[in-house]
């Protein structure tokens, strides 16, 4: 039973435009999400978080929306830039400070040039 | 700039051997986790720990143990490896007190023949 999904295996977008990923949870108790990228042969960077509380959260290029009855939240990145490239995982946790966070497979991004 | 040390980037064990993984932070974090990687899968849990001396099973803990006796410092034991526990693992700490997300280790590119 997963109860975080990445649909998208991997994006395909051109350096300027948006990227979109998405990410669907089925667990209801999940209040608290978060994004990380991954670059090859490092560990995941955290990115941007959203409080269910919130249905969007801001960071420069980074925005992430919050749809809690639909289950689904999503990553805009704009504009895309070639150093963006990474896979990106999305995650859900129970409550702020619970710690323990649940992750989707991932969806590996590849800004072209 | 605030670490989780990874002691080892890749190991090679033969079947039935035990094997320590070792994760130390910097951060006077109170939680670190241990999670796996493994492709189409994402990061799965394995063990976390909340404080000295505790532990708590992930969602995939069999064939794996942990101790923390001191509280940078969060070591994952494989009791006797098998080919199945190939796999990146990847250590994380993280906060009780403040948002955000975990700080993760380089990875351990573990390999089991």
């Known amino acids: 039973d997963q109860q975080v999904k990445q649909n998208s295996p991997s994006l395909s977008v051109q350096e300027g435009r948006i990227s979109i990923l998405n990410c669907d949870y089925t667990n209801s108790m999940f209040d608290y999400f978060l994004w990380y990228k991954k670059y090859p042969a490092e560990g995941p960077t955290f990115l941007i978080s959203i409080s269910s509380i919130k249905d969007k959260n801001e960071d420069g290029r980074f925005t992430v929306f919050l749809n809690k009855s639909a289950k689904h939240l999503s990553l805009h990145i704009v504009p895309s830039q070639p150093g963006d490239s990474a896979v990106y995982f999305c995650?859900?946790?129970?409550?702020?400070?619970?710690?323990?966070?649940?992750f989707g497979d991932g969806t590996t991004l590849t800004v072209k040039p | 700039d605030v670490k989780v040390t990874q002691s080892s980037r890749y190991l090679v064990k033969r079947t039935g051997e035990k094997v320590f993984l070792e994760c130390v932070q910097d951060m006077d974090h109170e939680n670190m986790f241990w999670y796996r990687q493994d492709p189409g899968l994402g990061l799965r849990l394995i063990y976390f720990s909340y404080d000295v001396k505790m532990k708590e099973k992930g969602d995939i803990p069999e064939g794996y143990s942990v101790s923390r006796e001191k509280k940078e410092r969060f070591s994952l034991i494989l009791e006797s490896a098998s080919t199945n526990q190939t796999s990146m693992y990847l250590c994380a700490s993280r906060s009780q007190t403040t948002l955000g997300g975990y700080t993760f280790g380089s990875g351990t590119r573990l390999t089991v023949v």
């Open positions: 995650a859900a946790s129970a409550g702020t400070n619970a710690g323990k966070s649940t």
